[in-house]
């Protein structure tokens, strides 16, 4: 069975329909983020201006808003997009199309294959709940992103851990629904669990908690290359 045979990887990506890419932005960050989640758009987007670098692959695109609204170090970046479905990857690369950026239809779970050798920084937003298994599992990816990293390259990102962080009334409604369509897999995801991968694969991490997202930054060590480094 290849990856994209998988049903419970296509789960969490197969919401990711045109029409539903139309009320994505205003669902996600309009709706959900400040109030289920409590951490709000401008949180995110921060995260990005932080650790964003001038030769960075997205990874779990979305519809690119949070690149969009980002502010790079140079002003002409390289970007790639990565996703399992295409139509996250058309809307996001239209929406970043004065960047120019490619695109690589690919399951995270697996290794990349990147056609690039190396980047400066990863971003995973809204990425790793929606994957099968557990954090521990679904830690490969933390191994695929530092695979592709430059030395001193940074790993940053978003999820929302089913345990570990406090989840409001709303929360729990929008996680218990979206576990049940198989569209969110976080039940069994603990904040100690995101903390523990990211601490055996990168030289340094953080993780910080804002409302239910947990928010982290992962940095390979200056002068170290990774596995798939040329």
């Known amino acids: 069975m290849t990856p994209f045979d998988a049903p419970s990887v296509h789960a969490g990506q197969a919401v990711y329909t045109r029409s539903f890419l139309r009320a994505y932005n205003a669902f996600v960050y309009g709706f959900n983020s400040p109030l289920a989640w409590r951490c709000p758009k401008d949180r995110l987007v921060g995260l990005y201006d932080r650790h964003v670098s001038a030769r ?10 949070l690149l969009d609204l980002c502010r790079f170090p140079s002003p002409d970046p390289s970007v790639t997009l990565m996703d399992l479905n295409s139509n996250s990857l058309a809307a996001a690369a239209s929406r970043l199309r004065r960047y120019a950026p490619r695109t690589h239809l690919a399951d995270v779970l697996r290794p990349w294959q990147l056609p690039c050798d190396g980047v400066d920084s990863v971003g995973m937003v809204h990425l790793l709940h929606c994957l099968p ?11 695929h992103a530092r695979a592709v990293l430059r030395p001193g390259g ?28 198989g569209i969110m897999c976080n039940r069994q995801d603990r904040l100690e669990d995101l903390d523990a991968a990211l601490g055996r694969i990168f030289e340094s991490h953080e993780v910080t908690v804002v409302g239910s997202v947990a928010l982290f930054r992962a940095r390979v060590g200056p002068g170290v290359r990774g596995p798939g480094m040329r």
Do not use: M, S, Y
Request: charged share 15%; proline share 2%.
């Open 133 to 143: 298994g557990t954090l521990a599992d679904k830690a490969v990816v933390f191994e």
């Open 154 to 181: 940074t790993l940053f990102g978003a999820t929302i851990p089913g345990q570990g962080v406090r989840h409001n009334w709303l929360a729990r409604a929008q996680l218990t629904a979206a576990n049940r369509r």
């Open 56 to 65: 960075h692959l997205d990874v779990g695109v979305g519809t690119g808003l």
